[in-house]
């Protein structure tokens, strides 16, 4: 918080900062900065990850929180019930459409399941981009990032409100492919305050 309190003093302008983050968690993420994309954490967040696949629909894995705005997306949005143990199984997968846009809460809220590897992988194949909702991803135990590098269709949504407690001026960042972070990532629309917060965060990580 004394980072937020003190970011009027910042030397350093947005774009830097920005980039200073995303260099941050590429370093804490094992992964090339230009596979992170930041951007704020409000509803649209998922607005230019549907501009990619306009015409898809939108596939949410209930009972689960999702993000406001997503049935405003699309034209089309469709819900796939969760098995009895509330996971997505064989037959989630099969349930969704070919080349639709998946979005998962792993671990989902309320339940607390998460998704498996493998399971995440054939949804990646069954869908045309699936982005996996990773707000609490510390709780998981196996990390998906290795899934970035195998596949050109998979999102890592994450953000610093959950593990680090920081609020609303706090970007929202993602770990993708190259050509999906350009295409989402939104630095010109980032403040200093909620930036300085998030590398604070960081860089004690």
Known sequence: M??????????HCPVTLARMLRERLALLHGVNPSRIAVFPQDDCRFERLAGLQPA?????????????GIQALSAESIEVE???RFR???DQI????????????????PTGNAIGVTTAAQLGR???LLVLDERSAEMQRRSMIPLVE???SIVLMRSFSDWAGLGAPAPGYAITTTRIA???DRTDELEAPGLQAALAAVSNA
Request: glycine residues 4%; negative net charge; hydrophobic residues 45%.
């Open 2 to 11: 004394l980072a937020i309190e003190s970011a009027a003093t910042v030397e």
């Open 56 to 68: 898809a629909p939108w596939v949410i894995y209930p009972p689960v929180m999702p993000a406001m």
């Open 82 to 84: 969760r098995g009895t």
């Open 88 to 90: 997505i199984e064989a």
């Open 94 to 109: 099969t349930d969704t459409p070919p080349g639709s846009l998946a979005l998962v809460m792993t671990p989902n809220d």
């Open 126 to 128: 069954r869908s045309s």
């Open 150 to 152: 195998e596949f050109d």
């Open 182 to 184: 350009a295409a989402i």
